[in-house]
């Protein structure tokens, strides 16, 4: 028996997955195979079905058709975790540990038996599963993960549900990387990660010989951890030119391959519909466009009464011929390439001023000077518990500081949390809008224009939408009043990839004051203007 098999490495194979929801196919039809050793990264637009597939992977939602094969040592963990309110931190620490646990001492069991009988069939078993987890070294490696990632300062008595979410996406993250399962699923692992954690993170991930299928918004993640790329919304000729999803090399080098498939869809649309256009016009073809166009001479009377019957069949092989090529055409034709969701509203209205002196939150934030100039763009960084969030509450007027003055000069603010709540998730997108921003300002910017969110989901209850869905609405209502100063919390935290890169555009042209925090390697790397690091309290 392998290697493989005894430690339970074995393929994901998902085939023929549909599902559907509100009568819309989120997927359909859709095949996968994930060979141990692969790091899948799962990409597209915000609603094509990354957490779908992660869910349906892991088991934890029914597809309307297709089967789904997996091995039984898989932890999945979503974009809001979903844990046992009731628990306590030490608890979801221990229950990772125990699988680990269990196998060190039943090897040691099975070593003991070995004296009195042949049980090296079942040793050998044991001790490959052991191996391939890492299991002697668990503990401490849980004491590294969980300092790295935040949480080993958390009282092991402390019930979950009193967490923060970022908390407990970071406690679910120790705790599946503790354990090294077969699969690891992962829908957008990089939120609320700062640099420590992340890199962590991706060393774990690469460490690991199982499969890992990770949906993620991140673009440095993607390039350093990826050895595939799996985009759900390639389009009709994906990214090979012949349908297929997949694709081999780096995401820096998968944006030049998306945007050649894309060009290669609208020419072949374009050379399609031509060739449609001229079969439809050869259809009509006639009698005189079959004779040259011109009627019989004196002298030709005879020959064209002679040869009017040969002519008549020819007419008619050539219409049935130019109507069976119609067919075919039509019938093989590729889609009209739907508009992509751009967006392309600007980000503020007028300009606003900022000026901190002496700022303190309790135990949140410690900030001697900040001044930020009309139109000036701010981005700012530090580790998780630095108190970036919390400066963009005080900022806001959210939170009241503790000592200090703050002083903002706009007359208007808007801001973008990490977590957006709305108070009637059952209330369609279009009318939590419209109530946010008022009749008026809906009238003269409507959702559609913004580009955010597709109109197919205008009519969506809120609570139905993806998280990233509800992160664009939240953008939408943000800028829509044109804010003089506009706050933004993680901006690139769980939306698609070409909205990620469609905002560091606009935050460039934005005529008003941003001031934006973020983890995100990618955007950092290309920051051009002031930046403020906050250390921890």
Same mark, same amino acid.
């Given at each position: 028996?392998?290697?493989?098999?005894?430690?339970?490495?074995?393929?994901?194979?998902?085939?023929?997955?549909?599902?559907?929801?509100?009568?819309?196919?989120?997927?359909?039809?859709?095949? %996968?195979? *994930? @060979?141990?050793?692969? &790091?899948?990264? $799962?990409? #597209?637009?915000?609603?094509? /079905?990354?957490? +779908?597939? !992660?869910?349906?992977?892991?088991?934890?939602?029914?597809?309307?058709?297709?089967?789904?094969?997996?091995?039984?040592?898989?932890?999945?963990?979503?974009?809001?975790?979903?844990?046992?309110?009731?628990?306590?931190?030490?608890?979801?620490?221990?229950?990772?540990?125990?699988?680990?646990?269990?196998?060190?001492?039943?090897?040691?069991?099975?070593?003991?038996?070995?004296?009195?009988?042949?049980?090296?069939?079942?040793?050998?078993?044991?001790?490959?599963?052991?191996?391939?987890?890492?299991?002697?070294?668990?503990?401490?490696?849980?004491?590294?993960?969980?300092?790295? %990632?935040? *949480? @080993?300062?958390?009282? &092991?008595?402390? $019930?979950? #549900?009193?967490?923060?979410? /970022?908390?407990? +996406?970071? !406690?679910?993250?120790?705790?599946?990387?503790?354990?090294?399962?077969?699969?690891?699923?992962?829908?957008?692992?990089?939120?609320?990660?700062?640099?420590?954690?992340?890199?962590?993170?991706?060393?774990?991930?690469?460490?690991?010989?199982?499969?890992?299928?990770?949906?993620?918004?991140?673009?440095?993640?993607?390039?350093?951890?990826?050895?595939?790329?799996?985009?759900?919304?390639?389009?009709?000729?994906?990214?090979?030119?012949?349908?297929?999803?997949?694709?081999?090399?780096?995401?820096?080098?998968?944006?030049?391959?998306?945007?050649?498939?894309?060009?290669?869809?609208?020419?072949?649309?374009?050379?399609?519909?031509?060739?449609?256009?001229?079969?439809?016009?050869?259809?009509?073809?006639?009698?005189?466009?079959?004779?040259?166009?011109?009627?019989?001479?004196?002298?030709?009377?005879?020959?064209?009464?002679?040869?009017?019957?040969?002519?008549?069949?020819?007419?008619?092989?050539?219409?049935?011929?130019?109507?069976?090529?119609?067919?075919?055409?039509?019938?093989?034709?590729?889609?009209?390439?739907?508009?992509?969701?751009?967006?392309?509203?600007?980000?503020?209205?007028?300009?606003?001023?900022?000026?901190?002196?002496?700022?303190?939150?309790?135990?949140?934030?410690?900030?001697?000077?900040?001044?930020?100039?009309?139109?000036?763009?701010?981005?700012?960084?530090?580790?998780?518990?630095?108190?970036?969030?919390?400066?963009?509450?005080?900022?806001?007027?959210?939170?009241?500081?503790?000592?200090?003055?703050?002083?903002?000069?706009?007359?208007?603010?808007?801001?973008?949390?990490?977590?957006?709540?709305?108070?009637?998730?059952?209330?369609?997108?279009?009318?939590?809008?419209?109530?946010?921003?008022?009749?008026?300002?809906?009238?003269?910017?409507?959702?559609?224009?913004?580009?955010?969110?597709?109109?197919?989901?205008?009519?969506?209850?809120?609570?139905?939408?993806?998280?990233?869905?509800?992160?664009?609405?939240?953008?939408?209502?943000?800028?829509?009043?044109?804010?003089?100063?506009?706050?933004?919390?993680?901006?690139?935290?769980?939306?698609?990839?070409?909205?990620?890169?469609?905002?560091?555009?606009?935050?460039?042209?934005?005529?008003?004051?941003?001031?934006?925090?973020?983890?995100?390697?990618?955007?950092?790397?290309?920051?051009?203007?002031?930046?403020?690091?906050?250390?921890?309290?």
């Amino acid at each position: 028996m392998s290697t493989a098999l005894l430690t339970g490495l074995r393929p994901v194979v998902a085939h023929g997955l549909v599902r559907t929801f509100a009568a819309r196919p989120v997927l359909d039809g859709l095949d %996968l195979t *994930v @060979a141990p050793g692969t &790091r899948l990264g $799962l990409i #597209g637009e915000n609603g094509t /079905g990354k957490s +779908t597939l !992660l869910r349906l992977l892991a088991g934890v939602d029914v597809p309307d058709a297709g089967t789904v094969a997996v091995p039984a040592d898989l932890v999945y963990l979503p974009q809001e975790p979903e844990v046992d309110e009731g628990s306590t931190v030490g608890t979801m620490l221990d229950e990772a540990l125990r699988p680990l646990h269990d196998a060190v001492r039943a090897l040691e069991e099975l070593a003991e038996r070995m004296v009195r009988e042949d049980v090296s069939a079942e040793y050998d078993e044991v001790l490959a599963w052991a191996i391939a987890h890492d299991a002697w070294d668990a503990d401490r490696r849980a004491e590294v993960t969980a300092a790295v %990632l935040g *949480v @080993a300062d958390l009282d &092991r008595s402390r $019930l979950v #549900g009193t967490l923060s979410g /970022g908390q407990r +996406t970071r !406690l679910a993250l120790a705790a599946a990387l503790v354990r090294r399962p077969a699969v690891l699923l992962l829908d957008e692992p990089t939120n609320h990660l700062d640099d420590e954690a992340l890199d962590l993170l991706e060393r774990s991930l690469v460490e690991l010989p199982g499969v890992v299928i990770a949906a993620s918004h991140d673009r440095t993640f993607l390039d350093r951890v990826a050895t595939e790329l799996y985009d759900l919304d390639a389009g009709v000729l994906g990214t090979d030119g012949r349908g297929g999803r997949r694709f081999g090399g780096s995401f820096t080098e998968y944006l030049a391959a998306q945007a050649d498939s894309r060009r290669r869809w609208e020419e072949t649309f374009v050379a399609q519909q031509e060739e449609i256009a001229a079969l439809r016009e050869r259809t009509h073809v006639d009698l005189r466009s079959v004779a040259a166009g011109r009627g019989p001479t004196d002298n030709d009377k005879f020959i064209t009464k002679f040869k009017g019957a040969g002519v008549e069949r020819a007419r008619a092989r050539r219409v049935h011929d130019a109507e069976r090529r119609l067919e075919v055409a039509e019938r093989e034709a590729l889609p009209k390439p739907p508009a992509p969701l751009r967006f392309a509203a600007p980000l503020t209205g007028g300009a606003a001023t900022v000026s901190v002196r002496d700022l303190r939150v309790a135990g949140r934030l410690s900030l001697d000077l900040l001044d930020v100039d009309p139109g000036e763009k701010l981005l700012v960084t530090g580790p998780n518990g630095s108190g970036k969030s919390t400066l963009l509450a005080v900022l806001a007027g959210q939170v009241l500081p503790d000592a200090g003055s703050v002083q903002v000069g706009a007359r208007r603010v808007a801001t973008v949390t990490q977590d957006p709540e709305f108070a009637r998730p059952d209330r369609p997108a279009r009318d939590v809008y419209a109530d946010a921003v008022g009749a008026a300002v809906a009238e003269a910017v409507p959702l559609r224009s913004l580009g955010l969110l597709h109109p197919r989901d205008h009519g969506t209850a809120v609570g139905a939408l993806s998280v990233g869905q509800r992160r664009r609405l939240s953008l939408a209502i943000a800028v829509a009043v044109g804010p003089d100063l506009l706050l933004l919390d993680e901006p690139t935290n769980h939306v698609s990839l070409r909205l990620a890169g469609e905002l560091e555009e606009a935050l460039g042209a934005a005529a008003g004051t941003v001031v934006v925090t973020s983890h995100d390697r990618w955007l950092r790397s290309r920051w051009e203007g002031p930046a403020l690091a906050l250390a921890a309290p």
